[in-house]
């Protein structure tokens, strides 16, 4: 029963992530008018060659869009991580004053610190 769902769902990422990259178009290129001398010249010979390299031979802009990818793997990665330490050290915590409760106090300011670091 999962495969027809599965392939059904494989081709509507596939669908979704070529419809994306299709709507990456390049940017218009207007002619400089007025000549340009000294730092603004490299700076902007810098601006104008940096986004030729991104273009691919039928137009499409891939660098930007697969960095946009990455960084939403990116971020996604980090909340997953932080909130996978935040539990284990919650656990750690729960597990600590209930071996002690005691020191409960110490313990919940510590955790609670650590998790304000955590999400920072």
């Known amino acids: 029963m999962s495969a027809p769902r599965?392939?059904?769902?494989?081709?509507?990422v596939l669908l979704s992530c070529c419809a994306l990259f299709?709507?990456?178009v390049?940017?218009?290129?207007?002619?400089?008018?007025?000549p340009i001398t000294g730092t603004t010249a490299a700076l902007s010979a810098a601006a104008l060659?940096?986004?030729t390299a991104a273009h691919a031979a039928d137009g499409a802009v891939w660098?930007?869009?697969?960095?946009?990818?990455?960084?939403g793997f990116a971020i996604g990665l980090a909340a997953i991580g932080s909130g996978v330490g935040q539990g284990i050290a919650s656990g750690r915590c729960i597990?600590?004053?209930s071996r002690q409760p005691e020191v409960a106090d110490d313990l919940r300011g510590v955790l609670?610190?650590?998790?304000a670091?955590?999400?920072s």
């Open 6 to 12: 599965s392939l059904v769902l494989t081709g509507a």
């Open 22 to 24: 299709s709507a990456f």
């Open 26 to 34: 390049p940017a218009p290129r207007a002619p400089v008018s007025a």
């Open 49 to 51: 060659v940096t986004p």
């Open 63 to 71: 660098i930007p869009a697969l960095s946009a990818v990455g960084a």
């Open 95 to 97: 597990d600590g004053i």
């Open 112 to 115: 609670l610190l650590s998790l």
């Open 117 to 119: 670091f955590m999400e």
